[in-house]
């Protein structure tokens, strides 16, 4: 024949269901039949099933980062909360040397306006004077040291208190990126498992003119299913006949749509 679309099956497997009829007028991409896939042939069942087992084991390998990643969440925030607490008791410690250190501060610059009221008295010496002087100067030196210091342990407790506090942000934007990984295997695993089946469509417009496989028939690769005439694509065949029979031959209608011609 001439003109005549033999539509074959692209993989071995099962006929599942026709969805049309010999003779049905089709469109190009209408469904002709679903083929369902052999799971167990070589080319698909092995290769299916070796993407099945990796994806789950990817699955079980999140699940696990996930329960890890949760652990370490708590282990952080233990940590955290311990620290915190640490400084705030070291900061309290500071305050309460802070006040110490005044207080000795104002007693030794007492002393000092004392002696510095008595030098010409001569009470007092001058080396006296300039050793109380230092007495000064090292506790003023050591009140600054103290602040410093508090105020370092301040700065240390505002960002530890910005680091426990963006811990749950943090472990939430882990938990989601997770969670986004195993929900696309999943669709992955899905796909997988749902893609044993193949709708197979018309290649162009036409007529089905030959079905040749049921539902539930075997097929194997490159095995025609049917057969379609295209659209405006008239069916030709050659017979050959013997000369006695050329004079019985004429021009007539078979079936609406196909014509026979001598």
């Known amino acids: 024949s001439q003109g005549l679309l033999s539509v074959t099956s692209p993989l071995s497997g099962t006929v599942e269901k026709i969805l049309v009829r010999s003779g049905q007028a089709v469109h190009k991409e209408t469904p002709l039949l679903e083929i369902a896939s052999h799971l167990d042939s070589p080319k698909f069942g092995m290769v299916n099933a070796l993407i099945e087992h990796s994806l789950k084991e990817e699955i079980t390998v999140l699940r696990r980062n996930l ?90 407790i505002s960002d530890t208190q910005k680091e426990l506090s963006g811990l749950p942000l943090h472990a939430q934007n882990q938990e989601g990126d997770i969670q986004n990984q195993l929900a696309s295997i999943r669709r992955d695993l899905a796909m997988t498992a749902g893609g044993h089946a193949l709708i197979l469509r018309a290649p162009s417009a036409g007529k089905v003119s030959a079905l040749t496989v049921t539902a539930g028939q075997s097929v194997t690769a490159g095995s025609p299913v049917l057969s379609i005439t295209p659209k405006g694509d008239p069916l030709v065949a050659q017979l050959l006949v013997s000369s006695q029979a050329v004079a019985y031959l004429h021009r007539g209608i078979v079936d609406p749509g196909f014509e026979t011609t001598v």
């Not at 708590?74 to 006040?99: F, H, Y």
């Not at 030794?108 to 100067?137: C, H, M, W």
Request: hydrophobic share 35%.
């Open 67 to 156: 329960r890890s990643e949760g652990r370490l969440v708590q282990m952080q925030r233990s940590a955290l909360s311990t620290k915190l607490a640490d400084l705030q008791n070291e900061v309290t410690e500071l305050g309460d040397q802070i006040k110490i250190q005044k207080k000795d501060i104002a007693s030794t610059q007492k002393v000092l306006q004392e002696f510095l009221s008595v030098k010409n008295l001569g009470l007092v010496s001058d080396p006296e004077i300039q050793q109380q002087r230092l007495a000064v100067y090292s506790a003023k030196s050591q009140l600054a040291d103290l602040e410093t210091r508090r105020s370092e342990i301040a700065q240390q």
